[in-house]
């Protein structure tokens, strides 16, 4: 399989590694502001998993609260920051077996309105958290559905319309992990040997509030990088093998996660879950909300450094500067203990699920991407862009007609690219996808089970910037024979033209 092929529907590609690391964002001129020298090395934080009770209905129930706090990012600054779950920064992670009930309420303790969307989960698009859930100052808004996908690393995030961006970039982003029966046989006790990694970037003004202000074409880029909300972090490994599941949640910037002696790693899956089996890499590519399961060799003493490396967006050189394409940085050095636990084997084989059948596509879409639109249009609210049946499987077309990097993210769905040489037993599970500049790539998509007539789903590019500016359409999905509204109720905010 070539390299573009892997970046195209894993988010991955698989070139050698560029130059040396530092210990900061380096060669970032993009507007933001020079690299700064960031402080000793502290221990990784973990974030807590999220308390959770049963209801009479034996449903799980977890209560969020989103809120203002103050965190330390670097010495002698405090930063105002927002945080879920009591968190001043970030959130708690979610947790959630295929088959459970689950009521989640979000309570916005925040001076504006927000929402919360649950990033890759199959549900009722009245319960997907989108521009269409807002979420008042003092209100609590609860989403209830039955966890039906498989084991995944899933995550949630607020999507307020024209808001996204700064409210993302402000704190308030977690993880939400899904289990299944089927077993995976790779390590599995979180904070341990199954670790999150959350990676982020902020430049900070003198006064150690986040700098807003420092935009280029593609969004807030900044010169510090926090990994689950921590600077220049170490871990503490006490196994020879280590699961990571890395999170892209930074508003614009890219990532290509590597081992600074390029040593391979094992991807053992991407945003929907697992792979069928595991494959060996050099690097993963993650663009904004794409995620990818890792799993690291290690050996007893010797430490290694995750690092994010230089890597191709196919762009010319000054949008591959604005995108955070050229810096090399740390990301987390791994300390191995003397003496570590042997893990078991990675399996050979991990996902069960059968592959999506492009003989059986309903139809064709096509979307095409430019100057900040999707087919020319913007955002607006009120429009029904497409109607798709419940739990149709279509073929769609995302056609990048921009000289900058773009990704798709559809809410409601799961998504495997179609390649050429690529079986169909191989494709990995998606729900956001790298659009090149002047490519076009072609994705079985199949929407979920949940048919609703009036509430729409969002599709949209995940560059944050790019979304705020209204590079964003919804549809409607309809049971065979409903009638779908001709027009949606406007959600709070603004539309684009």
Not at 48 to 71: K, W
Not at 194 to 203: H, I, K, M, Y
Not at 259 to 271: C, F, K, Q, S, W
Not at 445 to 468: I, K, S, T
Request: glycine residues 8%; hydrophobic residues 40%.
């Amino acid at each position: 399989m070539s390299p573009l092929s892997r970046r195209r529907f894993l988010g991955a590609t698989l070139a050698a590694a560029g130059a040396a690391a530092v210990a900061s964002v380096a060669g970032c001129a993009t507007g933001a502001p020079p690299p700064r020298t960031l402080p000793a090395r502290r221990p990784l934080a973990i974030p807590p998993l999220a308390p959770s009770t049963r209801d009479a209905a034996g449903r799980r129930v977890v209560e969020l609260v989103a809120a203002p706090g103050t965190s330390t990012f670097l010495p002698g600054l405090a930063t105002p920051t927002w945080g879920y779950g009591g968190l001043p920064f970030g959130g708690p992670t979610l947790h959630a077996r295929r088959g459970e009930d689950v009521v989640l309420r979000v309570t916005n303790r925040l001076p504006e309105t927000t929402t919360t969307h649950w990033h890759g989960a199959t549900l009722p698009a009245r319960a997907d958290g989108g521009p269409h859930q807002p979420i008042a100052p003092g209100a609590t808004w609860e989403a209830a559905w039955r966890v039906d996908q498989p084991a995944a690393t899933l995550w949630y995030h607020p999507h307020p319309h024209g808001a996204t961006e700064r409210h993302v970039h402000r704190g308030l982003a977690g993880l939400f992990l899904v289990d299944d029966d089927v077993p995976a046989g790779l390590p599995d006790r979180y904070g341990v040997d199954d670790v999150p990694l959350v990676l982020t970037d902020r430049a900070f003004a003198p006064d150690g509030a986040f700098d807003e202000q420092h935009r280029n074409a593609v969004g807030l880029l900044g010169d510090t990088v926090l990994v689950n909300g921590t600077v220049a972090p170490y871990l503490e490994v006490t196994t020879s093998r280590l699961r990571l599941r890395v999170l892209n949640a930074s508003p614009a910037r890219s990532y290509r996660v590597a081992l600074d002696d390029e040593a391979p790693l094992t991807l053992v899956g991407t945003d929907g879950g697992l792979l069928p089996a595991p494959r060996t890499v050099d690097g993963v590519v993650l663009t904004p909300g794409e995620r990818a399961e890792i799993v690291v060799d290690l050996r007893p003493g010797v430490r290694r450094v995750l690092r994010s490396v230089s890597h191709d967006l196919g762009t010319v050189n000054g949008i591959t500067q604005a995108a955070g394409a050229n810096d090399t940085f740390d990301l987390l050095e791994l300390r191995p203990a003397d003496r570590l636990e042997s893990s078991p084997a990675v399996p050979a084989r991990l996902s069960r699920e059968a592959p999506l059948d492009a003989t059986a596509a309903a139809r064709t879409r096509r979307f095409v991407l430019s100057d900040n639109r999707i087919n020319g249009r913007g955002m607006d609210t009120t429009r029904v862009d497409e109607v798709v049946e419940v739990a149709a499987t279509e073929i769609w077309e995302f056609a990048n007609r921009h000289t900058q990097p773009h990704n798709i993210h559809v809410h409601d769905a799961r998504i495997q690219v179609l390649e050429p040489g690529v079986p169909a037993a191989e494709r990995p599970w998606k729900d956001t996808v790298a659009v090149p500049p002047m490519t076009t790539v072609r994705a079985l998509v199949r929407v979920g089970p949940h048919a609703d007539p009036e509430v729409p789903y969002m599709l949209h590019c995940h560059l944050l910037r790019h979304e705020d500016d209204g590079m964003m359409l919804q549809f409607l999905v309809v049971a065979p024979g409903q009638r779908p509204a001709t027009s949606i109720a406007a959600a709070p905010g603004h539309d684009h033209g």
